[in-house]
Nanobody
Framework: DVQLVESGGGSAAQAGGTLILSCAAS????????MGWFRQAPGKEREGMAV???????TYTDSVKGRFTISRDNGKNTLYLQMNSLKPEDTARYFC??????????????????WGQGTQVTVS
């Protein structure tokens, strides 16, 4: 099994500011195909934002492209999301996720096998 723990949220961020989220991964992560960041606001579906595959290739949804950057530090087993130019509409709970299969699309939450507990991001 895989365990994912997000951190970096919890405090209010100002519009136009920058915030960095971290996701610490542990367990059997050698079979990982993709890791991604998702977010979910109350009453809305979970939305994919950024994905990085096992070869380091990244892709982003239009809502965050040019503002957010996904990266990883394999030595620390940690995934990051740097968020620049924050907007109030970025307010949501942010989740780290991992998939071990090639099924589904990169931003299909149903295709991901493992999830963190999430961390709250509030922008005002």
């Amino acid at each position: 099994d895989v365990q994912l723990v997000e951190s970096g949220g919890g405090s209010a961020a100002q519009a136009g500011g920058t915030l960095i989220l971290s996701c610490a991964a542990s367990g059997d992560i050698d079979s990982s195909r993709c890791m991604g960041w998702f977010r979910q606001a109350p009453g809305k579906e979970r939305e994919g934002m950024a994905v990085i595959d096992s070869g380091g290739r990244t892709t982003y949804t239009d809502s965050v492209k040019g503002r957010f950057t996904i990266s990883r530090d394999n030595g620390k087993n940690t995934l990051y999301l740097q968020m620049n130019s924050l907007k109030p509409e970025d307010t949501a709970r942010y989740f780290c996720a991992l998939k071990t299969t090639s099924s589904g699309t990169w931003f299909d939450a149903r295709a991901y096998n493992f999830w963190g507990q999430g961390t709250q991001v509030t922008v005002s």
